[in-house]
């Protein structure tokens, strides 16, 4: 790369970070992970000039990477520790999970399509990321061979939150999920577990894709 190609991406990083703390992405964990996983490695082919951009940009099986500044939000909302072992439900280009990665002990994400968990593996190795475990499996029913877990993140929307994931939450423990019956009027809750049922707090409107139950035909 020429040093004038160096200086450009360093500007747009700059710029990128920029975005996100005036979204409202503010805890300094939370922009350290992003300013060390380079989004430019998760978007690939027509969109790969926009990686930089805070904008959702289309992945392959008809899914997209979300909004840098909706990761952040996300991310910033789940309060993860460096002690935490955190469930995603959704891998799509990865790039959610290697955020996690970089504040949690370890990463379990799942995806119904064996393609994107496939990919997002050999991405995670690539990128000598070595504690995220990725699963090609129906996230709706979570992990529960490997719960409780610390935080649990979904990044599809469901109508509520899904039982099984609840159920597979620690005691004091938080999930982050858009909620909605519409891919038009959602909204981005956090979830913390009592001692006797659940805490719900609305966070934000959002557009996330649907959470779809089985595996997917590819």
């Known amino acids: 790369m020429s040093k004038e190609a160096q200086e450009n991406l360093a500007e747009r990083k700059m710029r990128f970070l920029f975005a996100l703390r005036s979204k409202g992405v503010t805890d300094a964990r939370t922009l350290n992970a992003m300013e060390a996983i380079d989004r430019g490695r998760f978007v690939r ?15 392959a099986c008809g899914q997209t990477i979300s909004q840098p500044s909706v990761v952040g939000l996300m991310t910033q909302a789940l309060k993860v520790g460096p002690r935490d072992t ?22 379990y ?9 496939r ?3 050999a991405l995670f190795a690539a990128m000598s990321i070595p504690n995220i475990v990725t ?14 877990f610390d935080r649990i993140l979904v990044t599809a929307a469901a109508e509520d939150p899904p039982g099984p994931l609840l159920a597979q939450l620690k ?9 909605g019956q519409s891919d038009t009027v959602q909204s981005l809750i956090r979830v913390q577990r009592l001692e006797v049922g659940f805490d719900y707090e ?17």
């Open 171 to 179: 005691i004091g423990g938080i999930m982050v999920l858009p909620v």
């Open 86 to 107: 955190v469930l995603e439900i959704g891998t799509g280009s990865g790039y959610q999970a290697a955020v996690l990665s970089q504040l949690a002990r370890r990463v």
């Open 135 to 148: 699963i090609a499996g129906d996230g709706s029913r979570g992990l529960p061979d490997q719960a409780p």
């Open 202 to 218: 609305e966070l934000r409107p959002v557009r996330f894709v649907p959470l779809v139950e089985g595996m997917a035909n590819d």
């Open 45 to 59: 082919g027509l969109f790969a000039e926009r990686a930089y951009e805070d904008m959702p940009l289309p992945i």
């Open 109 to 117: 994400t799942v995806d119904r399509h064996r393609r994107l968990a």
């Open 119 to 121: 990919d997002s593996e």
